[in-house]
Nanobody, 125 residues
Framework: QVQLVESGGGLVQAGDSLRLSCAASVRTFSDYNMGWFRQTPGKEREFVAAISRSARTTYYADSVEGRFTISRDTGKKMVYLQMNRLKPEDTAIYYC??????????????????WGQGTQVTVSS
């Protein structure tokens, strides 16, 4: 049973930083590509960032490129999303996702096999 648990969300002001964490209960963490998505009420889940199994490749949405950084710690079975210079439009529930497949399309939500419950990020202006 794969479990993903996000933490680190909260209420911050525009320009502040937050670091989201995702703990993965999996046997071999390096088998999984990992991603972060976000969702606001009434909208589709939106790709934010992703990192390959090897951590050699990262992917970002245009809206967060240069402000957010995704990373992973294989030993701790963790993936992180460092969010800097936050904007009110970054307000959303942020979800961690894991992909075990052989064909990886990181920006597509249906690629991912497992999802966490989400953590709320609210950025006030």
């Amino acid at each position: 049973q794969v479990q993903l648990v996000e933490s680190g969300g909260g209420l911050v002001q525009a320009g502040d930083s937050l670091r989201l964490s995702c703990a993965a209960s999996v046997r071999t963490f390096s088998d999984y590509n990992m991603g972060w998505f976000r969702q606001t009420p009434g909208k589709e889940r939106e790709f934010v960032a992703a990192i390959s199994r090897s951590a050699r490749t990262t992917y970002y949405a245009d809206s967060v490129e240069g402000r957010f950084t995704i990373s992973r710690d294989t030993g701790k079975k963790m993936v992180y999303l460092q969010m800097n210079r936050l904007k009110p439009e970054d307000t959303a529930i942020y979800y961690c996702a894991a992909d075990l497949g052989t064909i990886y399309t990181p920006r597509i939500s249906t690629t991912y096999d497992y999802w966490g419950q989400g953590t709320q990020v609210t950025v006030s202006s």
